[in-house]
């Protein structure tokens, strides 16, 4: 069963860094990973994830500011965010999608999220 646990959310001011990470369980394996947020009253967005040809892509509005890495025993997910805005306020989520024969495909295993909070 996949497992996700992110942590390192807080209240931090404008241009502030966080550096947020998810432990995944054993079972995860080599799953395709992303980072996902969803600020009150809006839809989750994509903010970085895995894409089949291996590629990591990063959405426009946090391109040059956040880093997704992995632990080198790939057990943990790490988003570091620089920069901070307001506009990243919001609950961040760890996802994990099933790779299959080098597909990643839809990414439906979550994390329970961890509050990220910039003030002006």
């Known amino acids: 069963q996949v497992q996700l646990r992110e942590s390192g959310g807080g209240s931090v001011q404008t241009g502030g860094s966080l550096r947020l990470s998810c432990t995944k369980s054993p079972s995860t394996g080599r799953a395709c990973i992303g980072w996902y947020r969803q600020a009150p009253g809006n839809e989750r967005e994509r903010i970085v994830d895995?894409?089949?040809?291996?590629?990591?892509l990063y959405a426009d509005s946090v391109k040059g500011r956040f880093t997704m890495s992995q632990s080198d025993s790939e057990d943990t997910l790490y988003l570091q965010m620089n920069n901070l805005r307001p506009g990243d306020t919001g609950m961040y989520f760890c996802a994990a999608a099933p790779r299959v024969l080098g597909s990643c495909l839809r990414y439906g295993y979550w994390g329970q999220g961890t509050q990220v909070t910039v003030s002006a």
């Open positions: 895995e894409h089949t040809d291996g590629r990591i």
